[in-house]
């Protein structure tokens, strides 16, 4: 099975729906070191992603920008890594590789569940 993630934008239902049936292909899919995070907010976020030792955000591992209402890929080293929505270290959150989240904003991020 496989499970196409360019039509997932806009109902956060659908992405959390498609996660639970397949999280393992798309565990799969991701390879290693991927997070898929749904931005279920109205204005688009970047999201800069650190590797989970460091200690000083100098230079982050990357950042991709997601549009409301749509899914980005995450990614760095680590078992797992920490994400700074905008940037901001008071809002920083853990993904862990292979799983899928919804950002519903500051402070409120939550894993999706098969």
Known sequence: MSIDLSNVSGDANKFVDQVTKGIGDIAQQLKVNK????????KPVNFYVYNYAD??????????LVAPGKVGAVAASGVSFKVHPGDNTEHQFLVEPGKAYLYHGPGSVEEVKE
């Open 55 to 64: 200690n000083l955000y100098w230079i982050s591992a990357m950042h991709t």
């Open 35 to 42: 997070a898929l995070v749904f931005n279920h907010t109205d």
